[in-house]
């Protein structure tokens, strides 16, 4: 069974920065084989996607967080990465790291997520 582990959240001052980790463990499995993305969730609204990367590459992102935030793959380490700069109180959320993984040659799929790390961005 595959499993997804966040690391990197934290407590950090508006304008700072944090690198946010993604590992897989329990199967066989490649990030870059897969759609991959970044979800975050605050308090009392719902889960959104902060950036995605398609298994070809193409890359996507919330208005929100364009030219703040990157995704990117160590394919050495097979680990996705969301670095965040110029982070903002309302950045505040759970972050979550999501895969969606093909099962067979139909294109059915399994959405894997993480557990989250939380990050708390202090005005």
């Known amino acids: 069974q595959l499993q997804l582990v966040e690391s990197g959240g934290g407590l950090v001052q508006a304008g700072g920065s944090l690198r946010l980790q993604c590992s897989a463990s329990g199967r066989r499995f490649w990030f870059s084989d897969s759609d991959i993305g970044w979800y975050r969730q605050a308090p009392g609204k719902q889960r959104e996607l902060v950036a995605g990367?398609?298994?070809?590459?193409?890359?996507n992102y919330a208005d929100s967080v364009k030219g703040r935030f990157t995704i990117s793959i160590d394919n050495a380490k097979n680990t996705v990465y969301l670095q965040m700069n110029s982070l903002k109180p309302e950045d505040t959320a759970v972050y979550f790291c999501?895969?969606?993984?093909?099962?067979?040659?139909?294109?059915?799929?399994?959405?894997?997520w993480g557990r989250g790390t939380q990050v708390t961005v202090s005005s």
């Open positions: 990367m398609k298994s070809g590459g193409t890359t």
């Open positions: 999501y895969a969606r993984v093909v099962v067979n040659i139909e294109g059915t799929y399994v959405d894997h």
